[in-house]
């Protein structure tokens, strides 16, 4: 399986290199020879141990080398001498962006220094092309920058997604990623977000995966920090087929803090597995961490987090959770909550819960007339609001929930596919169609 990435990583080389820019190109080699040494990942490799990689590998897809197009967005790299009120901060990786000192540097943020991992090696190898988020030293962007990914084809195709996003010093934006799917083909999607938060910045990120159960999705996140940085993160997952998610954050300024939000409704043959590490390196920092499941039929979902307290860490605070509802006998979910710590000044907690609806509560509701699907419908709702309700945009938040009492009841999406249109966007559309 691993022979049938590394010779189509032989046939579209020359291709690639010649799309791309020369940030990406440098670092091609070395990141295929990390993924032959490492292999697809098996069940064998403790953070994919709940994921059957190779099953969602094996088919022959088309790799879509169409190049990256933003609606109405200037490819405009130096943002220095922008007003404070501009938006988007959106374009297109190319060999030098402007740093908070207007002097330009290679972006060696593409390249990582982190745990090494046979996707993400993957994902840089294939990449031909990449966005970049930057927003510039005491900039707020004042509307969410979004970007919808849309996949569409006549055959079966993978799509391998870069973003890298720097939010300068004293910095502050909303992101929101959403995908969706157009057609009834397979869809493999690599994807790969770095996130550099410099000292002061704020981050609001939110990812929505809204597309179909031949959908296939493969999404490694990366975020380091620097002082006094609050970053949040959401992840929602509402239609798919088979979905795997990591997220690895690296707290590496004092006063830092993160917040991991995740929300999962999942039926029939679905899987999603969410794969998370925090790693508190530094004293003073803080981390706060709930996911919720809804799993019904025959799927399966998975949560493994792992909080790292350095050596000299002290004064940590973490907090990590995860519960699921099981709303049949035949769904399955799996968790391991971990916790490593090397200090011994801190305050931190995990916990988990693996349950079955409330058949009291259920009984309550039926002798009040309510109907038993509705009745079910209810509790699942109220089970994941608690992740909804933590989440700061308010329009977003306020759809969501929309959104998720139709997918509880299982009605069917719009054809039109217009689920994210009442929310405000970045100025200049912000579409990245695949």
């Not at 770095?194 to 031949?214: F, N, P, R």
Request: with cysteine; glycine share 6%; charged share 25%.
């Amino acid at each position: 399986m691993t022979n049938q990435y590394t010779e189509l990583y032989e046939e579209v080389r020359e291709l690639l290199e010649k799309q791309s820019c020369s940030a990406l190109n440098s670092v091609r080699e070395e990141a295929m020879a990390t993924f032959k040494s490492l292999g697809l990942p098996t069940r064998k490799v403790e953070r994919y141990r709940y994921t059957d990689v190779k099953k969602a590998f094996e088919p022959n897809y088309g790799l879509s080398l169409a190049p990256l197009t933003i609606k109405g967005v200037p490819y405009v790299y130096a943002m220095k001498d922008a007003p404070i009120d501009v938006t988007p901060y959106y374009n297109r990786v190319v060999d030098a962006a402007v740093t908070a000192d207007g002097k330009p540097t290679t972006m060696r943020e593409l390249k990582g220094e982190y745990e090494p991992d046979a996707l993400t090696a993957l994902n840089t190898a294939l990449a031909h092309d990449a966005l970049l988020i930057y927003v510039p030293r005491n900039t707020k962007a004042e509307t969410p920058i979004r970007i919808e990914n849309i996949l569409s084809g006549e055959q079966d195709t993978m799509i391998v997604r870069r973003v890298l996003v720097v939010m300068e010093e004293c910095s502050e934006a909303t992101v929101f990623f959403v995908d969706h799917v157009k057609s009834a083909q397979r869809f493999l999607t690599l994807q790969v977000i770095e996130v550099v938060a410099k000292d002061g910045a704020h981050l609001d990120m939110y990812e929505l995966e809204e597309t179909h159960e031949c959908c296939n999705r493969f999404s490694n996140l990366y975020v380091k920090t620097g002082r006094d940085v609050t970053v949040r993160h959401n992840n929602l997952t509402l239609n798919n087929g088979v979905t795997r998610n990591g997220v690895d954050v690296y707290l590496q300024g004092e006063g830092a803090e993160v917040y991991l939000n995740g929300a999962v409704i999942a039926d029939r043959g679905q899987h999603v597995d969410n794969n998370t590490i925090i790693d508190h390196q530094v004293p003073r920092c803080t981390s706060n961490e709930l996911y919720k499941y809804v799993i019904d039929d025959e799927a399966v979902a998975a949560f493994a987090g792992k909080i790292m307290v350095r050596e000299g860490a002290q004064q940590t605070s973490s907090q990590e959770t995860n519960n699921n509802m099981c709303a049949s006998s035949q769904a399955r979910a799996y968790t391991q909550p971990m916790l490593e710590i090397y200090a011994d000044d801190v305050k931190c907690a995990h916990g988990s819960t693996v349950g079955v609806m409330d058949e009291a509560a259920l009984f309550y509701m039926r002798q009040r007339g309510i109907p038993l699907e509705t009745a079910r419908t209810l509790l699942k709702t109220a089970f994941i609001s608690q992740v909804i309700d933590a989440m700061r945009w308010e329009s977003f938040r306020d759809r969501l929930h929309i959104l998720v009492d139709k997918r509880l009841a299982k009605e069917e999406r719009c054809g039109s596919c217009k689920i994210c249109s009442p929310l405000p966007a970045s100025t200049g559309g912000g579409e990245a169609a695949e």
